[in-house]
């Protein structure tokens, strides 16, 4: 058997058997019994000898965390191009939304279809970059479609001095639509964050506005930050491929940036929060690294499958684990990746040269990810006690030596439904 068999017996409890049970940051356990009632998990044992050929080839895990995307591109086929050089990369997402009459629609039809994505491939809470109030309602009614939380991250944008009142306005619009009671119970639901998108589109004032509302309203922040050498070259120069692609846009204004500035000037305003998103770092260097061993409440992500398809220089995240902080994953969006698997992105890092196995990278995904985003982490894991929310992949392997490779290896997760 390569798929679960969800058995309900005569007392209404459903019973599944798996050959696996990895769980985060735990040793994985063979040939499992897990007995769910009323939709949680009332036992967990080894199945017992007679019950042997009813076991499953799967691989049972809890269900995961994806906290980058931008569900808007999920109607993509297939990664918008070319990948480099990353400001033509740009070029053709400003290029995608303006060719589209009916953008607005179309963005709500993309989240739409990214989150049954998501949900089918076991995510069960999203961080979202949300570029309109009409995407934040969106993403609002399909997770509760969905029955699944997420973090809608609102995307403010504006380099020039003149867009800084407007944009920290917009800021304290979005995060009053919180609803009372919208909290983080344990139920399925949104909660709001800000997002300033990049330091090549964001003015240094209105980042240190937003991290300072996001400061007093307790609200969550993601940022991309040092994804390309450009941007490295732009905040340290002010020069370099951002300067002509700013320029062609009449968005440059080098009175802006001061001379010199590195990723660490960003990530250090960022841990005056109570936790913060830093996305990519692809750049990240031994400042960075440093300072974040320090501040593991700044959690780098990193988003395996985009990094490979810009083409950048290996990803520092062994370093920056090695040395404390935290790092998660992300999928970031259909205009730079594939699809929207999660698990994909594991077995992409989990394949890597020295990576620790599967079960002990599965925090990235699962219990790190969701504390990093504000829930509770005890959520996403399957033992007594917790509602059973889980995802199968298809695993024959039979002896724990292997195991790591077949995971690696396997399909695709999918969400188990009872
Ligand atoms: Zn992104």
């Known amino acids: ?24 940051g735990e040793a994985p356990r063979q040939n499992i019994r897990i007995t769910i009632a009323d939709g949680k998990v009332l036992e967990l044992c080894q199945v017992p000898a007679d019950e042997l050929p009813r076991v499953a080839a799967v691989a049972v895990m809890p269900s995961f965390v994806n906290v980058h995307s931008h569900l808007e591109f999920s109607r993509l ?9 990353f400001p033509d990369w740009i070029r053709s997402v400003i290029q995608y939304r303006s060719s589209d009459p009916d953008a607005e629609q179309s963005a709500a039809d993309g989240i739409r279809r990214g989150l049954q994505e998501s949900c089918a491939a076991g995510v ?14 969106t993403l609002r009614r399909e997770l509760e479609n969905a029955q699944i939380s997420g973090v809608s991250f ?31 119970s344990g139920e399925p639901c949104m909660v709001r964050g800000l997002s300033p998108h990049a330091p090549y589109s964001v003015h240094p004032e209105l980042f240190e506005g937003l991290v300072d509302i996001a400061g007093r309203t307790k609200a969550p922040v993601a940022m991309h930050l040092a994804e390309t050498v450009d941007e490295m070259e732009l905040l340290r120069d002010q020069s ?9 846009l009449n968005l440059w204004d080098r009175q802006v940036l001061v001379p010199g500035t590195t990723p660490l000037r960003y990530v250090e305003k960022l841990a005056q929060l109570e936790r913060a998103l830093a996305v990519h770092g692809n750049y990240f260097g031994p400042a960075e690294i440093e300072f974040l061993s320090r501040h593991p409440h700044v959690a780098v992500v990193y988003c395996p499958r985009t990094h490979a398809y810009f083409g950048h220089t290996p990803h520092p995240w062994q370093q920056l684990q090695s ?7 992300g999928t970031d969006s259909r205009a730079s990746n594939p699809d929207l698997s999660v698990w994909k992105e594991l077995q992409s890092v989990a394949g890597q040269k020295n990576a620790a196995p599967v079960w002990e990278l599965l925090p990235m995904i699962t219990t790190i990810a969701a504390a990093a985003l504000g829930f509770d982490k005890q959520d996403f894991a399957v033992k007594v ?34």
Do not use: Y
């Not at 058995?7 to 019973?15: A, I, N, Q, S, W």
């Not at 297939?78 to 050089?85: C, E, V």
């Not at 040395?323 to 994953?329: C, H």
């Not at 992949?393 to 439904?417: G, K, M």
């Open 1 to 24: 058997m390569t798929s679960i068999k969800i058995e309900p017996d005569p007392l209404g409890e459903t019973v599944i058997r798996c050959a696996w049970l990895v769980n985060p």
């Open 77 to 85: 086929t297939a990664p918008l191009s070319p990948s480099t050089p």
């Open 124 to 137: 069960r809470l999203v961080g979202e970059i949300s570029t309109t109030e009409g995407s934040v309602s």
């Open 154 to 184: 609102r995307e403010l944008i504006g380099l020039s001095a003149e867009h800084v009142d407007a944009q920290l306005n917009t800021a304290v619009e979005h995060l009053e639509g919180t609803v009372a009671g919208d909290t983080l």
């Open 240 to 248: 370099g491929r951002f300067v002509d692609f700013l320029q062609s």
């Open 323 to 329: 040395a404390g902080a935290t790092v998660l994953l």
């Open 385 to 418: 006690g917790n509602v059973f929310q889980a995802v199968s992949v298809p695993c024959s392997c039979d002896s724990e030596s292997r195991l790591n490779a077949a995971l690696i290896r396997s399909a695709d997760a999918t969400n188990i439904r009872l």
